[in-house]
């Protein structure tokens, strides 16, 4: 098992590696100049100049890049916001647990409810199989900052039922903290939703068609059993490797809702950061996103490996 | 997104079944074009699209104000006749803003829609069929640009090119190049596996020319719905991205940035959300739909419609009865009155079975009547198509959904079991009956020790601990022979050698203590060394026992070794039921002679193995008339024209056969 975590976390290594390099190359390529962005255009040259040598800019890509790896691993530094001049750290440590908040709890709504909806409408069918079909239809069409607006004006301008905007954080009152994350989750749980859903069911309707679901029922094990020990049990084996579908979806999902609902997250900064191109700080989301991916996927990974014996026992 | 878009369906039927069931029909020669016409969904879906694409591209001479002239009079107004649509708080006419809009948002799908396809089907033929290294490192590339949310490098460019939504959008096909590279690669991996590619490589023709006109060609199905699933994913990330105000500067139109003027009259006016977001949900649905249309015309006819899109039912629903059968009875199909015999362990009577498609239904077993005395063993012989499994599969009732029986009794202890509730049929399953079936690999649950499947088993039939049904698991595979059984006990299917995994299939079907056990095919999969033990296996245990078995077989050796009668099956109906003795030394039947005289151990060395000619009709074929008559040598016109039926012979053999003295007195000669 520990060989499998060693193994699974080598993996992740070149796709950090990949992921910082590439954006740390394509915001190499700004056409305008950070500098002179950052002063607004009313600083002198000598005034630019300080600032390029002070934030590194005078020196190659490549040697940048070192040095961004190294502040990086050796000291847990994204460098500086190129505004407040704030560590990256500091500014988006406190958005991390907004974001986690909102993306955990989508890959749980949607993992339970798609597996749960999945599973049954496989075996009974008719009107649960049209809800999964609808899902799967509405899940693709809907846009998810759409509906977020949707859900916002039904449910809190109209009637007022959850808070329209803003984050409550669970130290503070665990009611209010899932109150104000009810309505973005569910925003952006369309899409995710649908996929667990559609594969769940067809991994069941799989299993059911296998030769050991007949060996069991020729031996006269009962219905019941047969569905919720042998088939659940392995239906459920593939529906694991979705989750992390599911995550990365809810991750980028979470642009939106967080923007609509004003959630103080990391992804309503990325927008912000977009907006005024604050690279250090788009990279710096940008690693915490892929960190939190490896992170999810490693976690699935052991999951697999504990209900899938031929992998545990490889 | 939806990646699965694209494959064909999966058809699951099992092996040994799907050569009873007739196969679907071919594709009809009808054009893709004509094919395509017929699915009035992706009609309407196309034709939108064109529709509103035309629209927005002849913006300037159909919408009624320029997109950013302000009506400062109507601001943020809803639907009048001056504005069919309303207006935005700068009182903009918003169907105008949303015509003009269209230019610049389907322009954006089309550049995710380029890039997605330039990128791929390059890069996925090349890695489906060079395979290899490049193979892995596209595996590899792909795998890496999945796990990453590509949103936020999306937004890295956004923040780089401002306003630049083009080079956004081809970020995004890039991200997406990923996924649908994939699809196309797996699909020219099959394709890359046919006779015609390997023929084509053989004859010297080059790879690219292979690729090109070869390749390609069966890939484009695949490649248009996934370039059009693409065009609703870019759709949906484009306006979200201009919603946020990203990709396209303040004033320009689009369809984002026309949702988001809806949004900022959100407490006055929700009305407005509907039009612009409609539209987009409208347009992807579009796209959505044409893929699904394009992929159901490309697909059709691949498949059989066996399990697609209709409820999975195994558990049909049966009568309620706890009907005993008299020792004699009359038969409702024919009116004819049955004995049921008293030394019988089974009695199938009249069993008939058909497959159900849609609105019509074929017998793929026709009136099927044996019986399987108390000790004996019987087997059922019969090329692929015969029906033979389908008829072992009924008697236990785990018939598969498109299958049912459609006439007939199976009496087992006097009691018919056909008519039996579920929930009355599984408790004789395994403890009346038991079946042993051909793959013994994939009978076995994959996620439990087979030591706990057979506990399981056991203590469904007896009423003990789970201790004691452990111990009880040990003992059944020390029965069956199998070699240090406590520690077999703790293995995994995937860890059982093919012959060791048939012995835990044997030992779950002696769990219950049955009195029958039906044996399909139980030896066709394994090694032929293995063969010999396993049938020497089912041997002992039923001198052991004195259990009855029914061994359905294609294998005249293992009917010479093992059975003392045989009923010989031939498209779905019995055409002889004789002693074994009888059926090896004069066959009566012409079918039953051309089987034994085709068995290779009875050819003298150099001669030609001789060899039926023909094949097994279908059973949406068969004749109303013998159904051997096309490959019968004794075939008179009369054999055509009457129906058959199962008669006696003088000496009280059954054979379905007019000419059976022929044949007897042509066998007579051979073997004295």
């Known amino acids: 098992m520990l060989r499998l975590?060693?193994?699974?976390?080598?993996?992740?290594?070149?796709?950090?590696?990949?992921?910082?390099?590439?954006?740390?190359?394509?915001?190499?390529?700004?056409?305008?100049?950070?500098?002179?962005?950052?002063?607004?255009?009313v600083a002198t040259v000598a005034q630019l100049k300080a600032l390029r040598i002070k934030l590194g800019l005078n020196h190659p890509v490549w040697y940048q890049?070192?040095?961004?790896?190294?502040?990086?691993?050796?000291?847990?530094?994204?460098?500086?916001d190129a505004f407040s001049g704030q560590p990256v750290t500091t500014a988006l440590a406190p958005r991390l647990p907004v974001t986690l908040s909102l993306v955990i709890l989508t890959t749980l709504f949607c993992a339970v409810v798609g597996i749960t909806l999945g599973i049954t409408s496989a075996v009974y069918g008719g009107g649960l199989g049209k809800v999964v079909d609808f899902l799967a239809v509405a899940g693709f069409a809907l846009p998810a900052f759409w509906l977020a607006l949707v859900l916002q004006n039904f449910l809190t301008v109209d009637h007022r039922i959850f808070p329209s905007i803003g984050y409550v954080s669970p130290s503070v009152s665990v009611v209010d903290w899932l109150r104000s994350l009810v309505l973005p989750v569910l925003s952006i749980s369309m899409a995710p939703l649908a996929i667990i859903a559609k594969q769940s069911r067809d991994s069941m309707m799989n299993v059911l068609e296998r030769e050991y679901i007949r060996t069991l029922r020729a031996c006269g094990i009962s219905k019941t059993r047969i569905l919720w020990k042998h088939a659940l049990r392995n239906a459920v084996t593939p529906s694991l490797t979705i989750v992390g579908v599911v995550f990365i979806s809810a991750l980028s999902f979470s642009v939106f809702a967080e923007t609509v609902f004003s959630l103080p997250g990391l992804g309503s900064l990325a927008v912000t950061a977009a907006e005024s191109h604050d690279v250090p700080i788009i990279e710096g989301i940008t690693m915490y996103f892929t960190l939190l991916v490896v992170a999810v996927n490693l976690i699935l990974d052991i999951c697999y490996a504990l209900i899938n014996p031929k992998v545990r026992l490889r | 997104m939806t990646q699965d878009m694209g494959m064909p369906p999966e058809i699951q039927v099992d092996a040994d079944l799907a050569e009873d069931i007739p196969a679907a029909s071919p594709p009809t020669r009808e054009s893709y074009v004509r094919r395509f016409l017929h699915k009035p969904l992706g009609v309407i879906s196309l034709a939108y699209l064109l529709l509103i694409t035309l629209a927005c591209f002849f913006a300037p001479l159909i919408a009624p104000y320029p997109a950013l002239q302000q009506d400062l009079l109507n601001m943020s107004a809803g639907p009048t006749s001056a504005h069919f649509l309303g207006t935005d708080q700068l009182g903009r006419d918003v169907l105008s803003r949303l015509l003009y809009g269209g230019q610049i948002t389907l322009i954006g799908v089309l550049v995710t829609i380029v890039t997605?396809?330039?990128?791929?089907?390059?890069?996925?033929?090349?890695?489906?069929?060079?395979?290899?290294?490049?193979?892995r490192w596209v595996n590899n590339a792909v795998d890496l640009l999945l796990s990453v949310p590509s949103i936020i490098i999306v937004l890295a460019v956004a923040a780089i090119f401002t306003d630049n939504l083009y080079i956004i959008m081809c970020t995004n096909g890039i991200f997406g190049a990923a996924g649908v590279t994939r699809v196309i690669r797996s699909a020219v991996l099959s394709i890359r596996e046919e006779l015609y590619i390997a023929a084509a490589r053989t004859a010297g023709v080059g790879d690219f020319k292979i690729v090109v006109r070869h390749v390609f060609p069966r890939v484009l199905g695949p490649v248009i719905v996934q370039a059009s699933?693409?065009?609703?994913?870019?759709?949906?990330?484009?306006?979200?991205?201009?919603?946020?105000?990203?990709?396209?500067?303040?004033?320009?139109?689009?369809?984002?940035?026309?949702?988001?003027?809806?949004?900022?009259?959100?407490?006055?006016?929700?009305?407005?959300?509907?039009?612009?977001g409609g539209l987009v949900a409208v347009t992807i649905l579009a796209f959505a739909f044409l893929g699904d249309a394009v992929r159901d015309t490309t697909f059709e006819g691949w498949s059989s419609d066996i399990g697609r899109g209709k409820k999975w039912r195994p558990w049909r629903r049966r009568l309620k009865s706890r009907e005993t059968v008299a020792p004699d009875f009359v038969d409702e199909a024919t009116s004819e009155r049955v004995i049921v015999d008293k030394d019988a362990a089974l009695t199938v009577s009249h069993l008939s079975v058909t497959y159900d498609t849609g609105d019509q239904s074929t017998k793929v077993v026709d009136d099927v009547s044996f019986v399987l005395r108390d000790g004996e063993v019987l087997g059922i012989v019969g090329?692929?198509?015969?029906?033979?499994?389908?008829?072992?599969?009924?008697?236990?009732?785990?018939?598969?959904?498109?299958?049912?029986?459609?006439?007939?009794?199976?009496?087992?202890?006097?009691?018919?079991?056909?008519?039996?509730?579920?929930?009355?049929?599984?408790?004789?399953?395994?403890?009346?009956?038991?079946?042993?079936?051909?793959?013994?690999m994939s009978c076995l649950d994959p996620s439990f020790t087979v030591g706990s499947q057979v506990a399981e088993v056991v203590r469904r039939h007896d009423k003990v601990s789970r201790r004691a049904a452990k111990t009880r698991a040990i003992e059944l595979f020390e029965q069956v022979r199998l070699p240090q059984a406590a520690n077999v006990a703790k293995r995994y299917p995937h860890q059982l050698s093919g012959g060791m995994a048939q012995r835990v299939c044997i030992a779950l079907a002696l769990a219950g203590r049955p009195k029958i056990l039906i044996a399909d095919e139980p030896t066709t999969a394994l090694d032929v060394t293995v063969q010999a033990e396993i049938l020497g296996l089912l041997r002992t245990i039923q001198q052991e026992t004195g259990m009855s078995i029914l061994?359905?077989?294609?294998?005249?050796?293992?009917?010479?070794?093992?059975?003392?009668?045989?009923?010989?099956?031939?498209?779905?109906?019995?055409?002889?039921?004789?002693?074994?003795?009888?059926?090896?030394?004069?066959?009566?039947?012409p079918y039953t002679r051309g089987l034994q005289l085709c068995n290779p151990s009875l050819v003298e060395d150099g001669q030609p193995l001789p060899s039926i000619p023909g094949t097994v009709p279908a059973p949406h074929n068969w004749p109303r008339g013998c159904r051997f008559?096309?490959?019968?040598?004794?075939?008179?016109?009369?054999?055509?024209?009457?129906?058959i039926a199962l008669g006696r012979s003088d000496d009280g053999r059954l054979v379905r056969c007019l000419h059976w003295r022929d044949v007897a007195s042509l066998t007579s000669k051979v073997s004295s």
């Not at chain 1, 961004?68 to 691993?73: F, G, R, V, W």
């Not at chain 2, 791929?120 to 060079?130: M, Q, R």
């Not at chain 2, 008519?419 to 793959?439: K, N, P, T």
């Open chain 2, 551 to 589: 061994l359905v077989t294609h294998d005249w050796g293992v009917v010479a070794d093992l059975c003392d009668r045989a009923v010989v099956m031939y498209a779905g109906h019995i055409v002889e039921d004789a002693t074994v003795e009888e059926l090896f030394q004069h066959p009566y039947h």
């Open chain 2, 383 to 440: 090329e692929s198509g015969s029906g033979k499994s389908v008829t072992a599969l009924s008697i236990l009732g785990i018939l598969p959904r498109a299958l049912r029986i459609s006439a007939g009794r199976v009496v087992v202890g006097g009691r018919d079991v056909s008519v039996l509730s579920e929930r009355l049929m599984s408790d004789i399953r395994g403890s009346e009956i038991a079946i042993v079936f051909q793959e013994p």
């Open chain 1, 65 to 80: 890049y070192l040095h961004y790896l190294n502040q990086l691993i050796f000291h847990a530094k994204l460098g500086n």
């Open chain 1, 5 to 41: 975590i060693l193994r699974r976390l080598g993996r992740s290594i070149p796709l950090l590696l990949v992921v910082s390099a590439v954006s740390f190359v394509i915001e190499s390529l700004v056409p305008g100049d950070v500098a002179r962005d950052m002063t607004l255009g």
């Open chain 2, 116 to 135: 997605v396809l330039g990128l791929s089907i390059p890069i996925g033929l090349a890695a489906g069929y060079l395979g290899g290294r490049v193979d």
């Open chain 2, 629 to 643: 008559f096309d490959r019968c040598s004794f075939a008179t016109p009369e054999c055509a024209t009457s129906v």
């Open chain 2, 229 to 276: 699933v693409w065009g609703g994913i870019a759709l949906g990330i484009e306006t979200g991205l201009t919603f946020l105000g990203i990709g396209v500067a303040a004033p320009a139109p689009s369809w984002g940035a026309s949702v988001y003027d809806a949004s900022q009259m959100i407490y006055t006016d929700a009305f407005m959300l509907l039009p612009t």
